[in-house]
C-alpha cells in the first residue's frame, strides 16, 4: 500500500478506551467484577427513559428529527436560554469536534490543560492546529499561564470544569477575572460534563447571561452532557450552549441525523423526570463522603472532589494495584499515564459496589505492602 498519511494523522495515538467488563473477565478469568473505572452513573437511567426507548422501538424505520426540535426546546426550557444558542452532539465530545472543525485552520492555536480530557488535543490535530498545553498547578487550571500563552493564532481555550481526572474546580471569581483578560478573537470552551455535581454556588447558574455577554469581552461556549448525572452514556448525548452566531457555524459543520431517534426519546425523558436526578445527585455525594472517609481510615489519602469520581493517593505503585484490584473482580483506574503514578481514579459506585471496593482495596494493599 502506497497512499500517503499525512504528518499530523500519523502522530495522533489513538484515545484509549476502558476496556468492557466482559472483555477483563475474560482476559483474567474472573466473574461477577464491578467497573468504578469510567464515571458512569452506576444505577442506570430512569425508569422512564426506558419506558421512552421502548415506546420509540416502532420508529425505526424513520430518520430522526435532524433539528432535535423537541429536545432542544426542552434544554431551553430548563437552562432559560433560546433554542438557537443550542447545538446537540454525539456526546459533548462531538460538539468539541464541531468547535475545532468551525474555528481551527492549519496552523491555528488551541490551549489545553494536562491532565484532562484527551479529544481536546487529538480534534486539534486531526485540523493541522498547534496544541499548548499548560499543566495544572495545584490539581487545578493555571489561568495566568493559559493567559500568557494567548497569541493572535490562538483561537480556542479549552477548560474542563470540573476537571477530570482531578475533580477540581474553578473558583467562580478566577474563571471571571480569567475571561475579562481574553481578547474577544478567542473561544472559551468551559466542558461541564460534571456540573451536576457541583454545589450550586461554583455553577455558571445565569447559561445565559454568560453566553450572550460578548461586548468587550470573549465569547464563551457551555459544554453539558447526558452520560452522568441521568445515566445516558451509551445513547451518547450532549450539548454546548452558546452565541447564536457560533451556533450558526457549528450546524454548518454538524453533519445531519446526529442524535439518533433513541437518544433524542431517551434524552427527553431523562430530562423531565427531576426526582430521579435529584436522587442520583445525593445517592453520589453520599457515596462520595462515605468512600473519601474510608480510605483515609485505610490508610491512603483521598482529595476532595465536585464530580462523581475523585482520586486517592495509593502510597505506592498505582499499575500494580490496578492489577491487583482486578483479580479481586474491581476495576478502577490507574493514573500513571496521566502523570500521577501513585494514583488511581475510582467512580462512585452503588452502596454494595462501594463496600466491595474498600474491602478490596484494603487487602491489595496490605498484599503489596503499601499500607
Not at 477483563?24 to 469510567?38: F, M, V
Amino acid at each position: 500500500m502506497k497512499i500517503n498519511i499525512p504528518d499530523n494523522i500519523a502522530a495522533i495515538t489513538p484515545y484509549p478506551p476502558g476496556k468492557p467488563i466482559d472483555e477483563l473477565e475474560r482476559e483474567y478469568g474472573i466473574t461477577g467484577s464491578i467497573k468504578l473505572a469510567s464515571n458512569e452513573n452506576p444505577w442506570g437511567p430512569s425508569p422512564d427513559v426506558l419506558k421512552a426507548l421502548r415506546d420509540e422501538l416502532t420508529n425505526l424505520n424513520r430518520y430522526p428529527d435532524g433539528s432535535c426540535y423537541y429536545l432542544t426546546k426542552a434544554i431551553a426550557e430548563k437552562l432559560k436560554v433560546d433554542p438557537e444558542e443550542i447545538v446537540l452532539g454525539n456526546g459533548s465530545n462531538e460538539v468539541i469536534e464541531f468547535l475545532v472543525k468551525a474555528f481551527v485552520k492549519e496552523g491555528d492555536e488551541v490551549i489545553t490543560s494536562h491532565p484532562s480530557f484527551l479529544m481536546y488535543q487529538k480534534f486539534v490535530q486531526v485540523r493541522g492546529g498547534v496544541n499548548h498545553v499548560v499543566s495544572l498547578a495545584g490539581m487545578t487550571h493555571d489561568l495566568d499561564t493559559i493567559y500568557k500563552k494567548i497569541t493572535e493564532k490562538t483561537r480556542l481555550v479549552f477548560l474542563d470544569n470540573p476537571n477530570n481526572p482531578t475533580g477540581t474546580i474553578i473558583e467562580p471569581a478566577a474563571l471571571d477575572d480569567f475571561l475579562n483578560r481574553v481578547p474577544e478573537s478567542v473561544v472559551v470552551v468551559l466542558d461541564e460534563a460534571y456540573v451536576d455535581y457541583m454545589d450550586k454556588e461554583f455553577q455558571v447558574i445565569d447559561a445565559s447571561g454568560i453566553v450572550r455577554q460578548t461586548e468587550g469581552r470573549c465569547p464563551v461556549v457551555l459544554l453539558r452532557t447526558f452520560s452522568k448525572a441521568y445515566g445516558l452514556s451509551g445513547l451518547r448525548v450532549g450539548f454546548g450552549i452558546m452565541y447564536r452566531e457560533i451556533a450558526l457555524c457549528l450546524h454548518k459543520v454538524r453533519q445531519p441525523f446526529n442524535i439518533n431517534r433513541m437518544a433524542q426519546a431517551g434524552a427527553l425523558a431523562a430530562l423531565e423526570d427531576e426526582g430521579f436526578y435529584q436522587q442520583t445527585i445525593s445517592k453520589t455525594k453520599k457515596g462520595l463522603d462515605f468512600l473519601s472517609k474510608g480510605v483515609d481510615r485505610i490508610g491512603c489519602v483521598s482529595y476532595p472532589s465536585h464530580t462523581n469520581f475523585f482520586l486517592i493517593d495509593v502510597r505506592g505503585d498505582a499499575d500494580k494495584l490496578y492489577q491487583e484490584m482486578l483479580y479481586k473482580g474491581v476495576i478502577v483506574r490507574s493514573m500513571s499515564s496521566y502523570g500521577f503514578p501513585c494514583f488511581i481514579r475510582v467512580t462512585i459506585g452503588t452502596e454494595e459496589e462501594n463496600v466491595r471496593f474498600l474491602g478490596a482495596l484494603e487487602k491489595c494493599l496490605e498484599s503489596l505492602g503499601y499500607v
